[in-house]
Every structure is written in C-alpha cells, then in structure tokens.
C-alpha cells in the first residue's frame, strides 16, 4: 500500500545579502563566502522572479559574465554547469571557482575588468506549506498536474532533487511505490530535463507525459 | 457583489488566488499594521488602498495608520527622502531633532496598535523613528524603503540607520537600492493594480473622447512618455528622439506629466521642454492634475509606443503599467526599468535619443512584432509584476519573519 500523495507548495522570497563583484576577480572572492542558499537562488529562484528565459544561458553567473564582463567563453563554460549534476551545492560552489579561476589564468586583464553592471548576490528563503491535497492515485496525480500552482511544481519537482537522498523528483519517487505498473510513467517523468524551460512548460511536459501514459496504458 | 479576490482571479487565474489563500491560512488572525505618513496621493498610499483589505479578506487582521506632522515635519523629512536618493543636502540638526519630536507625538497616538500588532509594517523614512520609543517590543517590526536608495548622501544615510538598523528585516525594491543593515534585507519589486483607475479596462467612447480632447490624429502613430519634468526623466531627450523619428514617418509624441511637484526644478524644466517643443502641432505636452489617472489610462492605451527614456529611475513603475496595457516600452538603460524591459520581449532598453528613434522605427515598421511585444509584455505584467504577486510576497515574509530567518521553513 502506497501512502497518498502530499501536494505540498512552496513561496519564495528574496532576500540582499549584501555582497556585489564589479570584476570577475571580485566575483570568485564573493563566491567562496556567500550562503549556499545564494548559489541556489542564482541558478533556479530564476524559476520563481520576473525573468525571461534567455536561451544561451541559464543561470544569473553567465549571464552576468555574458553581457556585463562581455566574456563569451566563461559565459558559454558557466552555462553548462547543470545544477542537478552535483550533489551538493558546496561541490557545486567550487566547480563554479574552479571554472573561473582557470578562465582568469587564461587572461591577465579579464579578472580586473570593470563590470558594466555589478553583480548583487541574492539568497532566498523558501516556505513550505500543506495544501491538504492527498492524491491516492496516479491518475489523480496526473489529473491534478494541471492546476497544480507554480510553486507546487517547483517544490516537487526542482526543490526535491535538492532534498531528497536519491536527488529526485517527488512524482516519479511516488509512481515508482506502485511496482512495474507504472514503470515506464515513472522512467519518463524522471527523465524530463527542467533546466531549460520555464515552470508552466515543465508542468505542462509533466502532463503531457501522463497523458500519453494515459492512452497507451489505459490510466 | 464580487469580493476583491474575485475581481482578482478573473485577471490572475484561480490557482494564484489559491495560493493566497493556502499562504493566508497560516496568519489567520494575526494582527498587522501598516504605517506611512498619507492616506490620499503616492504610490504607497494606492498600494495601501488595495493591500490591507486584500487581506482583510484573508483572514488577515490588517490595519493601515498614517502618521501626522507639520510643515517642518514634512520639509524634513522631504530632505531626507531626496538625500536618499543621492541629493547633497544637510539636514539642520534642529529639523532632525523636531523629527524625533513629531515621531515621539505620533507614537503617543498609536502607541496602542503599535503595541497589540503581530507584525508593523513601517512604510518610509517619515514614521521610521516611532520604533525608537518602544524598545520592548512584542511584535516583528519590518521598515520598508520605497525608495533607490542606492547612492545615499551618506550623513543623512547614517542617521537614518540608527533607527532602521533596529527592525527585525527591511524591505528594498531592488538589490541595487539596498543598504547593508544588521538584518535581512528582503527584495520586493513594487506593482501595478490592475483594477485601479490607472490600469482599467477602458470603453472604446472613453478613448475616442481622449483622441478629441488633445486634438490627436487617430490616422497616425502615437509615441507617449509619461513622467514628470524632471531632467531625469530627460524630457529634452523625448523631443530629441521625436524628430529624428519624423523625419521618416508623421508621428505625435504625447508627453504628459503631473502638474502639483514639489520639486523646485519641475517649472524651470516644464518651461525648457515647451520651449524646445515649439509650435509643432504634433508635439502635445500636457500637465496634467496628478490624480487625473483615468487620462493617464486612456493615453497610454491610444499610443502606439510608450517611452520611459529616463537617465536614472527608481523602478519606474509607469513602464508596468504601459506593459499591462499591450504596449511595447523603450526606456532607458537603468534602475527598475531593466526589470520590465527586456530587449525583443517587451520592449527596448536604450542609451540615447538616437537608440529610442531607431526602435521607434523598427516597431513602427514592423507591426506584427509590435503587436506580438505588447501581447507578451501584458502577459510579462500578469505574472510578475500585479499586485497579487505583491500580496503573496508580503504573505510570505510574515510567515518567514514569525519563523526565525532560516533557509528553508516547512509548515505543517
């Protein structure tokens, strides 16, 4: 017997800390000292302020590099550093040093270069709240998916790979309780990629994925 | 008749106010008080308006005081809020002392809902010393700064500090406005009311009255900046744009501003703008009374284009409230306005009158992506920068504030 499942949701807040780098040299020093929670909120709170989704790069670091240092090949690095490839955001903290520290031995000018505009270090706090929504089974999951607020599917889909001991997402961790049933449900919904695509289109990839599970497993 | 919360979810969506709701549960019944110094003109009385019965309907105990003073008062207080904003001006240390008496006065008179409340809310630099005359204090006190403060004039900056640095967190609209403080310092972007009189849904008669109000040709493009005169908000630099753009195609440049300022330079710059603006007939410069919102509506929603070409802004929240009305933003590269515009989606950002002419005439050449910039900037608004979202931020921080300053706080 599977217990029911939790919808839970969740709210950000931002919050200054108080740190700025004008130079990429500034930018390593600051990054070796801000909360880890800082490095959290330049990589996903995107997810959850006013930003468009800039194709090239996906966290607030190349984007910076990229149009206020004006330095494409640190910016194109910095992009591809997936957040859900590490296990922790320390390990993530110091492949982020590493990958600048190696782009300013490369360049003796490009670590005192002025910034057009500082980089301001934001930490986030996240409250976690019951909706009191028990979902019993995985067609009611995929029933609920839709409406499901933003902030829902940010808790349990990108939050929970931070939280969890398996790194996660809550729905394929639920659906995979129920057996070989639905096992190829689970294996897709664990295979959506979220770092490319804004909250609405991963809800709505998540649906769709239960939706198709939907005709060719009679869900 | 339809709740607030109604009115709101038939322009959000009903997940949002859900949200509220399920956020709301978790304060019912708290006692909160907001305090600033007026209840009628300014972007923190409007948000006020709207705020406190917001969530009167959640279930919130939500109260709204002003404080009173007199002129001197309000002179003082005046210097301050410019200072903070980069002005070099001393305050004599007789108008400061006069603050602290007012703030003292005031206190008396509140002293009791200042007492009882969960959670006070103090709004600007005008009621910020009440907190020194309660030192044991039950409640969370939360200063928040509407104002760039970015670039203080440091020796008003410092003796500001020594109240506001004895809240338990402060408010900022941007990262950048933010002042290192002994607390947390959370960010919140202002917003627009979409149901207010500067944001409503406008009849077709209402616009075709303001075509023939101002004399304005329907046949041809409308460019409007809406700001005040302030050189700042570089009205020269409006009329500069306006004529490299006419060369090519037979615009009108609409450029209206609040007529009562209490900024000393706003008649010298008025005068300068009229001057340069000449006779042209397609030049309209309007000073208009500053609660005259359901102009200000209409004119934003009658234009092609909206500029905001300021040289230094707050967070300028005007480009907001043209977004919401479907219309591309060219606003200058700077404060709150990289927020709202971003290039190709909702607007463009620009250095110079040249910058502004040539985005003019691309979007003027290029319809369809007008249309489909303003389609996505109303959407741009919905999401993020609504009053809603405002609500659900200020839900947010009480809870975080009632629950130490931890990362990650978990409800059950």
């Not at chain 2, 907001?320 to 009305?325: C, M, N, S």
């Amino acid at each position: 017997m599977v217990d029911p499942f939790t919808v839970r949701d969740c709210a950000l807040i931002a919050i200054a800390t108080g740190q700025s780098a004008q130079t990429l040299a500034e930018l390593r020093d600051k990054l070796d000292i801000v909360p880890a929670s800082s490095i959290y909120y330049h990589f996903w709170g995107g997810l959850l302020r006013p930003r468009f989704d800039d194709p090239e790069y996906q966290n607030d670091f190349a984007i910076w590099v990229r149009h206020s240092i004006h330095d494409k090949p640190l910016a194109e690095r910095l992009a591809l550093v997936n957040p859900t490839d590490f296990p922790d955001l320390e390990i993530l903290r110091k492949e982020l040093i590493d990958i600048i520290e190696e782009r300013m031995d490369e360049s003796e000018i490009l670590p005192w270069i002025k910034a057009s505009q500082s980089f301001y270090f934001v930490r986030s706090q996240i409250v976690i709240f019951d909706t009191r929504r028990r979902l019993e089974t995985p067609e009611e999951l995929g029933r609920h998916i839709p409406h499901m607020s933003l902030g829902s599917i940010f808790y349990h889909f990108i939050d929970a790979r931070r939280r969890t001991p398996l790194a996660r997402d809550d729905f394929s961790a639920w659906l995979s309780g129920f057996g070989s049933r639905y096992a190829l449900l689970t294996e897709q919904v664990s295979h959506i990629d979220p770092y490319f695509i804004n909250l609405m289109e991963l809800r709505e990839e998540i649906a769709k994925v239960f939706r198709q599970n939907e005709l060719t497993e009679g869900i | 008749m339809a709740t607030l919360l109604d009115q709101y979810e038939s322009i959000v969506g009903a997940d949002v106010i859900d949200q509220l709701r399920q956020l709301a549960r978790l304060l019912v019944g708290k006692n909160v008080l907001h305090v600033n110094s007026t209840k009628a003109g300014g972007g923190v009385a409007e948000l006020l308006h709207r705020i406190v019965p917001l969530m009167r309907e959640l279930g919130i105990d939500a109260h709204w005081e002003t404080i009173s003073g007199d002129a001197e008062f309000f002179q003082c207080t005046k210097l301050m809020h410019n200072s903070l904003q980069g002005k070099r001006m001393d305050i004599p240390e007789t108008m400061l002392k006069h603050y602290e008496v007012i703030n003292a006065e005031n206190f008396g008179m509140l002293r009791n809902s200042l007492e009882e409340a969960d959670i006070v809310f103090i709004h600007d630099p005008q009621p910020a010393a009440l907190i020194e005359n309660l030192p044991e204090r039950k409640g969370r006190w939360i200063w928040r700064c509407h104002i760039d403060a970015g670039r203080p004039y440091r020796p008003v900056w410092r003796y500001l500090k020594r109240f506001v640095q004895d809240y338990d967190a402060s408010i900022w609209s941007l990262s950048e406005f933010a002042q290192r403080l002994p607390h947390p310092m959370y960010l919140m972007a202002p917003s627009i009311d979409p149901l207010s009189d500067k944001n409503c849904e406008l009849s077709r008669e209402d616009l075709e009255k303001t075509y023939e109000r101002f004399g304005l040709d329907f046949e041809r493009p409308i460019i409007t900046q809406i700001s005040r005169f302030d050189r700042f908000k570089d009205p020269l630099g409006v009329l500069h744009t306006y004529r490299l753009v006419k060369e090519f195609i037979p615009i009108q440049l609409v450029y209206a501003g609040g007529g009562a300022t209490d900024d000393p330079e706003g008649e010298e710059v008025y005068s300068q703008v009229m001057t340069s603006a000449g006779d042209d007939p397609d030049v309209h410069i309007l000073m208009l009374p500053p609660d005259d919102n359901l102009t200000v509506n209409a004119l934003q929603r009658i234009s092609d284009i909206i500029l905001q070409k300021s040289l230094r802004e707050g967070f300028g929240l005007t480009v907001a409230e043209a977004l919401w009305k479907a219309k591309p933003v060219i606003g200058g590269d700077t404060g709150g306005i990289r927020l709202q515009v971003v290039n190709h989606y909702t607007g463009f950002l620009v250095n110079t009158p040249e910058g502004a002419a040539l985005r003019i005439r691309y979007l003027l050449k290029r319809r369809n992506n007008l249309k489909e910039i303003g389609e996505r900037a109303r959407e741009y608004v919905r999401e993020n920068f609504l009053i809603t979202r405002n609500v659900r931020e200020y839900l947010t921080l009480m809870i975080a504030i009632m629950h130490e300053a931890e990362d990650r706080i978990e409800l059950a």
